[in-house]
């Protein structure tokens, strides 16, 4: 952790938009679209589990009266847990960002693991009583769901159910990737050269997605067997190459056609299909609806 810089000046008062979807399992949400920082504050104690999603933007996790911070950036997560003493909540949300808090209490968290306790290694006897942090990356399909939860547009009377299966399913696909990505269990993850040159493909893939080398053409390049790409990509990411870059250019297209400066022939062609009949058919493969019926729901 690092001592806090001090943007005290300009921030406004927030708050969040709370959602209880069970008995001790509740879902935060708060979207500042404003010119200056946001502070939101929330009272939790060591029962909870704190997942916290900055999707858009940035924010600052502030810990004993500010005294110490983690910043939480775009795209990325952070998972914080500590059974020895509370931790509220008291996040500065910089200017044009949304963050997702999901609050699980660890009885609750307990029984949805309950046959695979050992996996999550919070869980296990030997770390039961031991805090816990850990930030990673949010995947295109854990960026999926966290857009559902901020740009929820269905009748209140199935909010709670909606984010019940929602918050599910994103604690699935986040620990999900974490099974895929574990080192122990993953031997070919041990060689640290192979996993820089997967991380090297990914990066490949993405640059060139409307123009992506084949699978033997980014092997050669990453100097991997096409073998060794395969099984690595799929140990690190939890996808097959071109499954993962399918997430991600309709990921791309979904922001592009939600900022409104593109077209749908125009978002199509910037990732990738060279006819808007081929982009409609994929993208309503993957998000079961058309992008302009996408942007009627949302607008």
Not at 108 to 125: T, V
Request: hydrophobic residues 40%; neutral net charge.
């Amino acid at each position: 952790m690092k001592p806090t810089i001090d943007e005290s000046k300009n921030v406004a008062q927030g708050a969040f938009s709370e959602t209880k979807v069970d008995e001790g399992f509740l879902i935060l949400v708060h979207k500042n679209d404003k010119s200056v920082a946001q502070s939101v504050e929330r009272y939790i104690d060591s029962d909870y589990i704190q997942f916290h999603f900055c999707l858009k933007g940035s924010s600052k996790f502030m810990f004993n009266e500010g005294r110490y911070a983690l910043d939480v950036l775009e795209e990325n997560s952070l998972l914080l847990y500590n059974p020895q003493r509370d931790l509220p909540i008291n996040l500065l949300v910089r200017p044009n960002s949304w963050v997702v808090v999901v609050l699980i209490s660890i009885k609750k968290f307990h029984g949805l693991f309950s046959q695979e306790a050992d996996y999550i290694s919070f869980l296990n006897a030997d770390n039961k009583d031991k805090k816990y942090y850990k930030d990673g990356v949010i995947s295109p399909s854990m960026a999926i769901v966290l857009n559902q939860l901020i740009n929820f547009n269905l009748n209140q009377s199935i909010k709670t159910l909606y984010f019940k299966g929602k918050a599910l399913e994103l604690l699935s696909l986040y620990f999900n990737r974490n099974e895929e990505a574990d080192i122990e269990q993953c031997p070919f993850l041990v060689d640290e050269t192979n996993v820089i040159k997967i991380r090297q493909a990914k990066d490949i893939i993405i640059a060139r997605m409307s123009e992506p080398p084949t699978l033997q053409e980014l092997a050669d390049e990453i100097g991997l067997s096409l073998k060794k790409l395969k099984e690595g990509f799929k140990q690190i990411y939890g996808d097959s190459v071109f499954s993962f870059l399918f997430d991600y250019k309709m990921e791309v297209a979904r922001k592009l056609l939600e900022a409104g400066d593109d077209n749908v022939n125009e978002v199509g062609l910037k990732v990738g299909y060279s006819t808007a009949s081929h982009f409609i058919a994929a993208f309503k493969k993957k998000y079961g609806t058309t992008p302009k019926k996408y942007l009627q729901s949302i607008s």
